[in-house]
């Protein structure tokens, strides 16, 4: 077991670890993950006393607090309790000795074993890892990546240390490599304590038990590997996990807007968080127990940007939506797919209030949903039609500042920036011949462009995009979604997406919810309905999807 206790480490002026308590178990794999940057190598560096910076608090093991040890303690400590694989294979091994001697000094040194025996027990950790006798006489620059990989592992394990601590121990392998390393860790990590730094989710989830999530000096995610990487509740965490090519997931690829910024106040994310508040700016989050998992965030996590609970319309006797139940987070994009009658589009209208509903509740914010001036600001809809919702005697500039004018935001002169400003974000022109334009000229690209601006330009939170893109040719379709997903990244906007399409759901969204006949039928991450979808009428919708290979 070791515990860390408010643990600080700086670098001149720069503190990548502020106040961090963590403990590793006994006969456990805890991974540590996050960007470069963040800390991760300075936490592994501390537990074998290598860190070259200021470093304070307590790393207790065996009941020692490790950073008070003389030089001599630390040597004895070193490689007999506690080593380390490298990241770095290329500058760790001695390019003129030979690889089992290398493995055999470590013991030679510690008077384990008499240097013959040193050298047997050196070939045995050698082939332990896989690298047969032939290879034992090489050295460094005679073996592959992989091989010597094997090698800084074989030495790690020279002294039978109880702790081991892996800094990006698959970093820079091929696939079919990596997977050999990983197996051969999970041999070779048996009765340890292992400390794996990586920032490979593949990696953290074939080993480890537990993941800490590092972020700007702070730990700001923590619990069971599995429910870390299924269900993230930080929004870093999220960010991280959408950054990572993974073959489980459909949806492309989005980073984390911003760099990483270390100060003392706030929290450590607030410079990319695209949910902060006030509090954040000044006060950091203490980590607490939300959802199964310890977090750091004053939101206590993703928060619930749109909830219904037994939504129910009915037109007549018949029931349109029937006990519609759906949740979606901020920053997500939810797709509401079914063929034409299912009720996407009721649905749709009963949020905005255009519908009032029979029976459920809706809650924006994990508030009850006020349809007035102040739900509008946050709330905005794209229609099917651009053309047919833009007043056709309003030119370009006109229409997007229409609901400035509304809610009397701005002088005219603050009202016109603000146009050409959300224009250029969307990709348009901001020249006077573009801006006077009426709907009638634009193409459907540029119409459908021009619409999307004028509901971005009050700065909403969520957007509901009702079949935004069906009357477009593909390549603008394309487009249109693209900047769907730079606008989600930039600004944290949460994307209720309604379409028949559920290959452009499966691409596009997080996860789904499936309508027939006004009722949910299936619903869960887009990449796990879209590869086993359940219901019948899922796969029957999958099936009829468009595919050309």
């Known amino acids: 077991m070791i515990k860390i206790k408010n643990l600080s480490i700086s670098y001149g002026n720069k503190k990548v670890i502020n106040g961090v308590n963590l403990e590793f178990r006994k006969n456990s794999i805890?991974?540590?993950?996050?960007?470069?940057?963040?800390?991760?190598?300075?936490?592994?560096?501390?537990?074998?006393?290598?860190?070259?910076?200021?470093?304070?608090?307590?790393?207790?093991?065996?009941?020692?607090?490790?950073?008070?040890?003389?030089?001599?303690?630390?040597?004895?400590?070193r490689w007999n309790?506690?080593?380390?694989?490298?990241?770095?294979?290329?500058?760790i091994l001695n390019p003129t000795v030979k690889i089992v001697k290398q493995i055999a000094e470590s013991m030679i040194e510690h008077k384990i074993f008499s240097k013959p025996e040193a050298f047997q027990q050196g070939k045995k950790l050698l082939l332990l890892v896989g690298l047969e006798e032939s290879y034992h006489d090489f050295y460094p620059a005679q073996l592959s990546g992989g091989q010597i990989q094997k090698a800084l592992v074989a030495m790690a394990l020279a002294n039978d240390p109880d702790i081991l601590v892996l800094d990006e121990p698959t970093s820079a392998l091929d696939p079919l490599t990596k997977m050999e390393m990983i197996q051969l860790i999970k041999r070779v990590a048996k009765d340890k304590t292992v400390v794996l730094i990586t920032h490979d989710f593949s990696v953290a989830r074939s080993l480890a038990e537990k993941?800490?999530?590092l972020y700007g000096s702070s730990v700001v995610e923590m619990g069971e590997a599995n429910k870390v990487l299924n269900e993230p509740v930080h929004p870093y965490t999220r960010g991280l996990l959408r950054s990572y090519p993974n073959m489980?997931?459909?949806?492309?690829?989005?980073?984390?807007?911003?760099?990483?910024?270390?100060?003392?106040?706030?929290?450590?994310?607030?410079?990319?968080?695209?949910?902060?508040?006030?509090?954040?700016?000044?006060e950091k989050p203490e980590l607490q127990e939300i959802r199964n998992r310890l977090i750091a965030c004053h939101q206590k996590g993703i928060i619930c940007l749109l909830r219904g609970e037994g939504i129910v319309k009915k037109y007549r006797k018949r029931?349109?939506?029937?006990?519609?139940?759906?949740?979606?987070?901020?920053?997500?994009?939810?797709?509401?797919?079914?063929?034409s009658g299912s009720g996407k589009t009721t649905l749709a209208k009963c949020i905005m209030g255009l519908e009032k509903i029979d029976h459920g509740k809706l809650f924006y914010c994990e508030e009850k949903i006020h349809q007035n001036k102040g739900f509008y600001q946050q709330v905005q809809v794209i229609y099917q039609n651009p053309q047919a919702s833009?007043?056709?005697?309003?030119?370009?500039?006109?229409?997007?500042?229409?609901?400035?004018?509304?809610?009397?935001?701005?002088?005219e002169e603050e009202k016109k920036r603000e146009v050409l400003k959300v224009l250029k974000e969307v990709n348009l022109p901001v020249e006077d011949a573009f801006l006077n334009q009426f709907p009638h000229e634009l193409s459907g690209g540029e119409s459908q462009r021009v619409a999307i601006a004028r509901a971005l330009i009050l700065k909403p939170k969520l957007l509901i995009a009702d079949e935004a893109t069906s009357a477009l040719d593909v390549s603008v379709q394309a487009k249109i979604m693209k900047l769907f997903m730079e606008l989600q990244e930039k600004r944290g906007l949460t994307l209720l997406f309604i379409t028949h399409d559920i290959a452009l759901a499966r691409k596009v969204s997080d996860k789904m919810i499936v309508l027939k006949n006004g009722e949910v039928v299936e619903e869960g991450r887009s990449a796990v309905m879209t590869n086993n979808p359940i219901h019948a009428y899922t796969k029957k919708l999958i099936s009829a999807a468009p595919q050309i290979f």
Do not use: W
Request: charged share 25%; hydrophobic share 35%.
């Open 30 to 77: 805890t991974a540590i993950i996050g960007e470069s940057g963040t800390g991760k190598t300075s936490v592994g560096l501390s537990l074998l006393g290598l860190n070259k910076g200021d470093i304070s608090g307590e790393i207790i093991v065996k009941d020692e607090d490790i950073l008070k040890y003389s030089a001599e303690e630390m040597k004895k400590y």
């Open 248 to 282: 489980s997931t459909t949806k492309d690829l989005q980073g984390i807007r911003g760099t990483i910024q270390y100060g003392e106040k706030g929290c450590p994310f607030v410079n990319r968080c695209t949910q902060r508040k006030d509090i954040c700016f000044h």
């Open 319 to 339: 029931k349109i939506l029937k006990d519609v139940d759906f949740q979606l987070y901020e920053g997500e994009t939810l797709c509401v797919v079914g063929e």
């Open 390 to 411: 833009i007043n056709r005697n309003f030119n370009v500039l006109t229409a997007v500042k229409e609901p400035l004018d509304i809610y009397k935001i701005g002088n």
């Open 211 to 213: 993941i800490v999530v």
């Open 81 to 91: 309790t506690a080593s380390i694989v490298f990241q770095n294979t290329g500058q």
